[in-house]
């Protein structure tokens, strides 16, 4: 079973910054693309930030200079550097990972739980 963990939320003023984590667990073949998404209240689900398995980059534009996603293969871990956080930043964000159980298997989409970032003005 495939489980991932964030960490990192919680509640920042504006300008300030928040680092959040997301390790993943369980029985993976491989590990490929991961990312950060986020939902605010009354609104969809949006990608903040991906990131393939050699490191390839991609943001939304309303965060370009101001969030930075990273991984460390080895710990089978994502992270998103949020800095000069905004209110319209407040929203629950979301760790994907796309991962091939085996050899054989399709490449499925797993989910964290999701953590809070709420940004005041």
């Known amino acids: 079973q495939v489980q991932l963990v964030e960490s990192g939320g919680g509640l920042v003023q504006a300008g300030g910054s928040l680092r959040l984590s997301c390790a993943v667990s369980g029985s993976i073949f491989r590990l490929n693309a991961m990312g950060w998404y986020r939902q605010a209240p009354g609104k969809q689900r949006e990608l903040v930030a991906s990131i393939t398995s050699d490191g390839n980059t991609n943001y939304l534009d309303s965060v370009k200079g101001r969030f930075t996603i990273s991984r460390d293969n080895a710990k089978n871990t994502v992270y998103l550097q949020m800095n000069n956080l905004k209110p319209d930043d407040t929203a629950v964000y979301y760790c994907?990972?796309?991962?091939?159980?085996?050899?054989?298997?399709?490449?499925?989409?797993?989910w964290g739980q999701g953590t809070q970032v709420t940004v005041s003005s």
């Open positions: 994907a990972a796309d991962a091939r159980l085996n050899m054989l298997a399709p490449v499925y989409k797993y």
